[in-house]
C-alpha cells in the first residue's frame, strides 16, 4: 500500500509492487477449495485452472476465496451460454468470486470483452430475443438508451445507434442457473478495440474480474497504478456504502462488507496476524443464516423487478415460476424485526472496517512520504 497509494512512485517501488504480485501469485496457489489453481508465470498476477477444456484466470487476490469445481463448472457453462461472440472472453465479476467461502449471492455479473465490431453486436443482441424463462433477456442498456421486452423493432433501433462512440451495453436476463435456480443475470459488454483498448475499461477493474477463455486475459494490468486505482476505487466504495447502510438501514451495509473484504485480500490481510482474524470475522460474519436470509429476499426482489418488465405474454408465467421458487425458501427470509436486527449488526461492523481500512491507508501515506 505504501509503494502502490505515493502520488509518484519512483523505480524501485514500482519493481517492488511488481515483485510482490509475483509473490502473491505463488502464495495463493493451491489455496482455493479444489487446490487447482497454479501461477500463470508469463501473466503475472494471475492462476488458472482448466473448466472442461475452459481456462479460468483469476487474480492472486481472489484465489483463495473463489468457487471450486461444484460450482464453478455450472458458472462456466452460464458464461459460455451467455457470451455473445464465443471468440471473446467473458469474466464472472462480484459476489460470485467470493462462492469459494460459501458467501450467499442476490444475482450473477458477467463482463464481456467485446472487441468484434460494433456493427455486429445489434443481431447478436437480438438473436437472444425468446421466449423461454429459463434464458430470458428482459432488458438491454445500449450505451444509456434502455429498452425493455416486448423488443419490436430493437435491431432496427441498435442498428440507427450503433457508432464507433458506443463504450458499453448492458443486458439483464432471468436465467435458470443449475444448482442456483432462477438467478438476476446481468452481462456487462464492453466493447474495445483488437488490442482490447479503449474508453470502456474504466467501467470495469481486472482484479474482480475472473476471466474465462480459450486463449490468454485480455488485459494484463497488475501494476501499480491499476492498484492504486482499485484500492482508492474500494476505499470510497466502503466509505459510499457504509454510511447509505447506516443512514437507511438498508442493505448497503452488507455491500459495505463484500467491499472491505475485496480491499483487505487485496492488500494480503488475511496473512496478518492481526488482520487475518477480521477477515476470517468478517467471512463468518456475510455467510451466516441471517445474512443469507437477507440475501435470499433481495434476490427476490429483484428478481419481481426484472419480472415486471417481462414481455406482458410471459408476465404470469414468471410470476408464477418466482412463487414457486419463493416457496421453497420461505423459511430462509427473516421476519422484519430480525432483519432490521441484522442490518444494524451489519451497519456497526461496516464502520468497524471502515475505520481500519482508513487507519491502512493513513499508515501507509505517512510511510510513503
Known amino acids: 500500500m505504501r509503494a502502490a497509494l505515493r502520488d509518484a512512485p519512483n523505480s524501485d517501488e514500482i519493481a517492488l509492487v511488481t515483485s510482490m504480485i509475483k509473490v502473491r501469485a505463488i502464495l495463493a496457489a493451491g489455496t482455493d477449495v479444489d487446490s487447482s489453481f497454479v501461477p500463470v508465470f508469463e501473466r503475472e498476477g494471475y ?3 482448466s473448466i472442461d477444456e475452459i481456462e479460468v484466470y483469476v487474480p492472486f487476490n481472489l484465489v483463495s476465496v473463489f468457487p471450486g469445481q461444484e460450482r464453478l463448472g455450472d458458472l462456466v457453462g452460464t458464461a459460455r451460454s451467455m457470451v455473445l461472440s464465443g471468440g471473446h472472453p467473458i469474466c464472472l465479476s462480484g459476489s460470485a468470486t467470493f462462492l469459494g467461502r460459501s458467501i450467499p449471492i442476490s444475482d450473477l455479473d458477467f463482463c464481456e470483452y467485446f472487441p468484434s465490431p460494433i456493427a455486429s453486436m445489434p443481431s447478436l443482441i437480438t438473436g437472444r430475443i425468446g421466449s423461454s424463462l429459463e434464458q430470458l433477456l428482459v432488458r438491454v442498456n445500449w450505451n444509456g438508451n434502455r429498452f425493455s421486452a416486448p423488443f419490436d423493432g430493437l ?3 441498435l442498428d440507427r445507434l450503433a457508432n464507433e462512440a458506443v463504450t458499453y451495453v448492458k443486458l439483464d436476463f432471468l436465467w435458470d442457473v443449475p444448482k442456483f435456480g432462477m438467478m438476476p443475470t446481468t452481462s456487462m459488454i464492453l466493447k474495445v478495440n483488437d488490442n482490447f483498448c479503449g474508453e470502456a475499461l474504466r467501467r470495469s ?7 474465462i477463455c480459450r486463449g490468454e486475459p485480455p488485459r494484463d494490468v497488475f501494476g501499480i497504478s491499476e492498484i492504486c486505482g482499485y484500492l482508492t476505487f474500494l476505499r470510497s466504495e466502503v466509505s459510499k456504502y457504509a454510511a447509505s447502510g447506516q443512514e437507511s438501514g438498508s442493505t448497503d451495509s452488507l455491500k459495505a462488507l463484500k467491499r472491505a473484504l475485496s480491499l483487505l485480500l487485496l492488500v494480503g490481510a488475511e496473512q496478518d496476524p492481526e488482520l487475518h482474524a477480521e477477515v476470517e470475522g468478517l467471512i463468518e460474519d456475510l455467510t ?3 445474512v443469507e436470509g437477507i ?9 419481481s423487478e426484472l419480472a415486471a418488465d417481462v414481455d406482458p405474454k410471459l408476465r404470469r408465467k414468471a410470476n408464477d415460476e418466482l412463487a414457486r421458487t ?7 427470509i427473516l421476519r422484519d424485526e430480525e432483519r432490521e436486527l441484522v442490518l444494524r449488526g451489519a451497519s456497526e461492523a461496516a464502520a468497524a472496517l471502515e475505520a481500519i481500512i482508513e487507519q491502512l491507508f493513513s499508515t501507509a501515506k505517512r510511510s510513503g512520504h
Not at 326 to 332: S, T
Open 47 to 49: 492462476l488458472k485452472r
Open 288 to 290: 451466516s443464516p441471517a
Open 326 to 332: 419463493k416457496l421453497g425458501v420461505q423459511d430462509v
Open 295 to 303: 440475501v435470499v429476499e433481495r434476490r427476490f426482489l429483484e428478481l
Open 205 to 211: 477493474h481486472v482484479h474482480q474480474e475472473a476471466v
Open 155 to 157: 435491431q432496427v433501433e
